[in-house]
């Protein structure tokens, strides 16, 4: 009894029109008693228990009939004003009415069923649609799992959780642990048990688009490491071609000239000597300073577990380059065209190596002037050298000591590890004369940019 009347509270609307309208709109039709039959006055009332039956649902409608049928005997079937029913053919014509409209509720009632389980459907499968475009616009478990859980919270309406660990979570009472992950658990799904069964085709579908979602960042995961690797390799047999390349020819340089030096039989002059000798000298310097980039590309690499990052001048970088090849500072800092300071953040040590380097090819293989330029823009910190070069695209200085692939390949690494790129391009000129194109003296561009 409690809960009947806790039900005409909630909806005590409903049950006005259920009870005063039916009497309401029969009074108003009493003055027309003798020109309208009761059958009448029972199909107008039909179609308001049509409108409660889809407005309110079966149990007004049923109330609404009962009432309709009581008012109609009262007031429009004789001896009028009372319930009593003395021609046998209203009584049936009651009956009919009655069951007709008590049969339009439960047919309503059923369609606004339907209607309702197809909304909630619908409703399930945009769900599902935002759930999928979501978690693909995510690249990492966390976001994903984060999104999944406002998401389903929110269509729902209710508090859902999702555990994105593989550990499962403390029992509570009423709520559901649904796994996440067929084989092993990558996750939980929590949520109330009482919204498994309206909702269980967006629940199960959210279970499996996870599952599958992890399923695949595992496997981008993999490909991205296979992908590393691949580079990796096709790197580390350019950087041994390059040592190849660096290291033989000024070793093959110093055993010809110190084998000529030790053959007793072989008779040199004084000054061929002293070539020799400043061959051996000058070639084992060479080779000193590719140990040097060794070394360098070495600290390069293993720097990523200790990427010491800090706040430094752009003087003080290119001092600190220039220190790195003190055998060479002059000779730059004699063409070098340097731009304002201006504050950079990463590791300083680092891009002084990198710079070092860029200088040192500038200075081999490129001519005056070099011109250094440092830009900060929308979040990238740059540094662009630019030098000329000679038609040949080789100096003179250079032809002698002719190899540069590990300074670039500094280069590289360093702004691999700043998560930034390194760039060089040469950009050759034309210019016509006697209607032909001719080659004129190129230009050499480095760049190295990385994120604030």
Known sequence: MQSLWLAIGKNWRGWLNATLLPVLLTALLIPLREQISSTDVAMLQLVW???MAQRYGKTLAIATTLV??????WCFVPPYYTLDVHDTRNLISFVVMASLGIFISYLSDRINRQLQKSRNLMSQLRAMYMLSKGLAGRSDWQSQCAFAQKLLSRRLRAEVQVVANCNKPAAAAGMLQLQLGKNAAVGWLLLPESLLLPNHTLI????????????????????????????????????????SHDLRTPLATIMGASSMLADQDLV????????????????????????EKVLELSKAQLADVQLQRSHFSSDDLIAGALGRRSELAADIAAKLSCPPAQALTGDADLLEIALANLLENALKYGAAPFVLSIETTHGWQRLVLKNALSQNGLTPRAAADAGHGLGLRICETVAALHGGRFSLQLKADTAKRCNTEQATAAEAVATLEWPL
């Open 204 to 243: 199960h579908a959210a279970q499996s688009l996870l599952g599958q979602s992890y399923a695949a960042l595992e496997l981008q995961q993999q490909a991205n490491k296979n992908l590393l690797q691949v580079e990796s390799e096709q790197q580390r047999a350019m950087l041994l071609r390059s040592l």
């Open 268 to 291: 040199l002059s004084d000054e061929q000597r002293q070539q020799q000798a400043l061959n051996i000298y000058r070639h084992s310097k060479l080779l000193h300073q590719h140990f």
């Open 49 to 51: 228990i049509s409108w």
């Open 68 to 73: 309709s049928v009581l008012v109609l005997n």
